[in-house]
């Protein structure tokens, strides 16, 4: 049993910084796919980045390149979302996901992914 564990949102003005982390338990691999998605509300759920944690090849949303980093730290089975520069739109639920397979062109579309956790709140303030 996959079980995905979010942490790290809150509520920051604008041009803040959050770091959202993901600790995976259970079934966890070496190469497969991890991604964050969100979803705000009243809009559909949003790939916004994704890391395949067997060679770190990154994936982003054209809303987040240059402001958002993801990571993997394998040692510690913890995926990371550094976010900087946060913006009002950046405000969502945010969750974490994985994949049974390695990333794909398809990463941002939620069917990629088999397990995904209970979801952190970012909220960005003007």
């Known amino acids: 049993q996959v079980q995905l564990v979010e942490s790290g949102g809150g509520s920051v003005q604008v041009g803040g910084s959050l770091r959202l982390s993901c600790a995976a338990s259970?079934?966890?691999?070496?190469?497969?796919?991890m991604a964050w998605f969100r979803q705000a509300p009243g809009k559909e759920h949003e790939g916004v980045a994704s890391?395949?944690?067997?060679?770190?090849?990154?994936y982003y949303a054209d809303s987040v390149k240059g402001r958002f980093t993801i990571f993997y730290d394998n040692a510690k089975n913890t995926l990371y979302l550094q976010m900087n520069s946060l913006k009002p739109d950046d405000t969502a639920m945010y969750y974490c996901?994985?994949?049974?397979?390695?990333?794909?062109?398809?990463?941002?579309?939620?069917?990629?992914?088999?397990?995904w956790g209970q979801g952190t709140q970012v909220t960005v303030s003007s």
């Open positions: 996901m994985s994949g049974a397979r390695p990333c794909s062109g398809s990463w941002a579309s939620i069917t990629e992914y088999d397990w």
């Open positions: 259970g079934y966890t691999s070496s190469s497969n796919c």
């Open positions: 890391v395949y944690t067997g060679g770190g090849s990154t």
